[in-house]
C-alpha cells in the first residue's frame, strides 16, 4: 500500500466521461492505497460514454482542495462542460499554488489552460483541443503523457494506464 493516507479528488462529468479514463487510474491508485473522492457537477450516478458508470460521492461545489494531495480531471466528451466553469478552474488554481499534483487527460487539460496554470508548461491532451492550450501559452507536445513539474497531462484513453503509473510514482 504505497499510497496509504493519500487522498486524491477525480473530477468527472456527469454524463459522457471516458470509460476508461476513469477506470484505470481509480484501480491503480485505490489498489495502491489511495483514498478516491469522485467530484462531479451532480450527485448521483454519473454515465460514462460506454456504458461504465460511478456514483458521485460530492458536487464540485462543496470541494476544499487542502482536503487532497491529487487532483485528476477525466476526460471524455462531457468534461467540455468544466472547460469554462469557474469552481472547477478554482479548484485547480488552488491545487497548483499549493504544490499538489494536478493531472488532466484526453479534452481535459483544456480545463487547466482555461484556468491558466499551463503557461510555459510541457503539456499534451487530444489533438482536438491543441489549439486550445496554445492559445493559453501552453508547449503542446503530443507525447502520450507529459511531466512539467507538479502537472500531469496525458493525450487519450490509450494513454490512461501510464497516466496512472505516472500519477503514482509521483505521489509516492
Keep these: 500500500m504505497k499510497l496509504e493516507g493519500k487522498k486524491v479528488l477525480m473530477v ?6 471516458r470509460d476508461e479514463e476513469y477506470k484505470q487510474p ?6 495502491a492505497g489511495a483514498k478516491i473522492t469522485l467530484a462531479s457537477s451532480k450527485t448521483g450516478t ?11 460521492d460530492i458536487l464540485l461545489s462543496d470541494i476544499n482542495p487542502q482536503d487532497y494531495d491529487c487532483v485528476i480531471f477525466v476526460g471524455g466528451m ?10 472547477t478552474h478554482s479548484i485547480a488554481r488552488e491545487m497548483f499554488a499549493q504544490k499538489k499534483l494536478v493531472c488532466a487527460l484526453c479534452i481535459a ?4 489552460a482555461q484556468a491558466g496554470i499551463l503557461k510555459g508548461k510541457k503539456v499534451t491532451a487530444y489533438p482536438s483541443v491543441k489549439d ?12 502520450d503523457v507529459e511531466i512539467d513539474g507538479n502537472i500531469i497531462t496525458a493525450n487519450g484513453p ?6 496512472a503509473e505516472t500519477i503514482l510514482e509521483k505521489l509516492k
Design 12 to 17: 468527472i462529468a456527469h454524463q459522457d466521461f
Design 26 to 31: 481509480h484501480e491503480i491508485l485505490e489498489n
Design 46 to 56: 454519473a454515465h460514462g460514454s460506454y456504458g461504465l458508470t460511478a456514483q458521485v
Design 78 to 87: 462531457g468534461s467540455s462542460e468544466y472547460f469554462n466553469d469557474q469552481k
Design 109 to 112: 487539460p483544456n480545463t487547466l
Design 132 to 143: 486550445d492550450l496554445i492559445k493559453q501559452g501552453a508547449i503542446y507536445t503530443g507525447k
Design 158 to 163: 490509450q494513454a490512461a494506464k501510464k497516466f
